[in-house]
């Protein structure tokens, strides 16, 4: 897949993310509990994931394998993904999705650029440079300018 199609999937992600935040803390709001509507999502998300798990998987991963992953992983990710959806649900409600979603994105762009600056995670080394902060400041100024 070439970049520009990696790119418009990116940024349709970034769609998704608002309608289902926005359906879901809906769905929290109707139900009078985050928590329920958050359990929702998580076990729909799950039950997709399997079913694509047992759609596209040829071959499971070995004994060694899964031995060789810190314990950690296996929770942390999961841990702050509930953590960050019921967030989302509870905030929207209170704050409306366009403001949550666009402090959420500035946290996400902020810390990515430092996350990627560091390689954390694992993932390729990609410099803060002036070009990023200044982008980060016109940003930050959007943000500003869109809430206020």
Do not use: C
């Not at 289902?20 to 994931?49: C, E």
């Not at 998987?57 to 959806?85: C, H, K, N």
């Not at 967030?87 to 810390?111: E, H, K, N």
């Amino acid at each position: 897949m070439n970049n520009s199609s990696l790119l418009l999937l990116s940024f349709s992600v970034g769609i998704m993310v608002v309608i289902q935040g926005g359906i879901n803390a809906r769905l929290g709001v109707l139900l009078n509990n985050t928590l329920l509507a958050t359990s929702a999502a998580l076990v729909m998300s799950a039950s997709f994931t399997l079913l694509a798990v047992f759609m596209t998987v040829r071959e499971l991963p070995s004994l060694d394998q899964l031995q060789l992953i810190p314990t950690y992983m296996w929770f942390t990710g999961g841990a702050i993904s509930f953590l960050a959806v019921t967030l989302f649900y509870y905030i929207i409600p209170r704050i409306g999705i366009s403001t949550a979603v666009i402090f959420g994105l500035s946290g996400q762009i902020i810390f990515a650029a430092i996350a990627g600056h560091f390689g954390w995670f694992g993932m390729p080394v990609e410099p803060i440079t002036l070009k990023k902060v200044l982008g980060m400041m016109v940003m930050t100024l959007g943000i500003i300018l869109i809430k206020y």
